[in-house]
């Protein structure tokens, strides 16, 4: 699809009183995420999924055991 077809198909779809912003908004949004316009919404969780976030941060310990991460940091930083 040319540039020329993606904007004009993106302007069929905003309502009469869109302002400039919006479209210019949709434009980029449209371009970062081809593709987005033909298939169903996505849920939150669906995204996350689909990210690659690597093979993890830098916590020592889940959140639900902060009392041992909070003891292993000290641990390491103080050496005690």
Not at 52 to 59: F, K, T
């Amino acid at each position: 699809m040319s540039p020329k077809e993606e904007v004009q198909q993106i302007l069929e779809q905003l309502p009469d009183d869109a302002s400039l912003e919006d479209i210019q908004h949709r434009i980029q949004l449209r371009r970062t995420n081809p593709g987005s316009g033909n298939r169903e919404r996505q849920t939150p969780q669906e995204i996350y999924k689909s990210l690659d976030l690597g093979p993890g941060g830098y916590a020592i310990a889940p959140s639900t055991e902060v009392r041992r991460g909070v003891r292993e940091a000290l641990r390491r930083k103080f050496g005690r």
